[in-house]
């Protein structure tokens, strides 16, 4: 089973920035696609973002225009770029794994907190 670990977390002021990454053990074409979700205590997990292997990325609405995900095929990772942090952004991030040889994976998660 591929595992997936990301990095990249941390406290961050309102309107600042953070960039995550995460590596995957094989090759990141076992993967149909790479995708970012976020969960708080309150709320259940929630889609942010999604490299797929052919074709465009897909935001979610609540990330549009902050955050861009991007990918580098031969350090078999990717990354997301969260530009204007808000309160509302804090959550664990988690990179998944969709679909493919691996079928679904997950990582273990990183945590943002955005915080003045």
């Known amino acids: 089973q591929v595992q997936l670990v990301e990095s990249g977390g941390g406290l961050v002021q309102p309107g600042g920035s953070l960039k995550l990454s995460c590596v995957v053990s094989g090759s990141i074409f076992g993967c149909n696609a790479m995708g970012w979700y976020r969960q708080d205590a309150e709320k259940q997990r929630e889609f942010v973002a999604r490299?797929?292997?052919?074709?465009?990325?897909h935001y979610g609405d609540s990330v549009k225009g902050r955050f861009t995900i991007s990918r580098d095929n031969a350090e078999n990772t990717i990354y997301l770029q969260m530009n204007s942090l808000s309160f509302e952004d804090t959550a664990v991030y988690y990179c998944?794994?969709?679909?493919?040889?691996?079928?679904?994976?997950w990582g273990q998660g990183t945590q943002v907190t955005v915080s003045s």
């Open positions: 998944k794994c969709e679909g493919g040889s691996y079928g679904d994976s």
């Open positions: 490299s797929p292997r052919f074709g465009s990325n």
